[in-house]
């Protein structure tokens, strides 16, 4: 009889043991599935910010050229002081833009890393309250 009792009491405690560990894992698992979440977001805001970027850099240059362009027909003409205010006018254009597709990229990285440490805390707590309740 106490054999028989021996074999039962180990069984059930390497079934609860197999189960709490299995539980353990359900709330790695959660908690990993919030941080990969986290950085797939911080990930697609971080190149939709260069895009954003590029795209601003790209138009800069591309009136900064055609400004250029028309500064040397001006000097060709005869109009140097026109060519000089053309010129001018079309680098802070340049710059401008570039400043703005910076701040622009900074702003979503910025709010990637938010969105990410908030994912990663939710994780934890996640985790923490799964574990909590399946003990």
Do not use: C, Y
């Not at 609860?16 to 919030?34: M, N, T």
């Not at 010129?87 to 833009?97: C, E, V």
């Not at 990285?109 to 923490?128: C, M, Q, V």
């Amino acid at each position: 009889m106490n054999t028989r009792i021996l074999i039962t009491a180990l069984v059930l405690s390497s079934a609860v043991a197999w189960s709490s560990a299995a539980l353990a894992d359900r709330g790695d698992r959660l908690e990993e599935g919030f941080d990969r979440a986290g950085d797939r977001i911080e990930h697609r805001l971080d190149r939709k910010g260069d895009r954003i970027d590029q795209r601003l850099d790209r138009k800069g240059d591309r009136i900064d050229q055609r400004l250029d362009d028309r500064a040397q027909r001006a000097a060709e003409n005869g109009h140097p002081v026109r060519a000089h205010k053309l010129d001018r006018k079309g680098d802070r254009i340049d710059q401008r833009l570039d400043r703005k597709g910076d701040r622009i990229d900074r702003r979503l990285d910025r709010k990637g890393n938010r969105i990410d440490r908030r994912l990663d805390r939710k994780g934890d707590r996640a985790e923490r309250r799964w574990d909590r309740h399946h003990q």
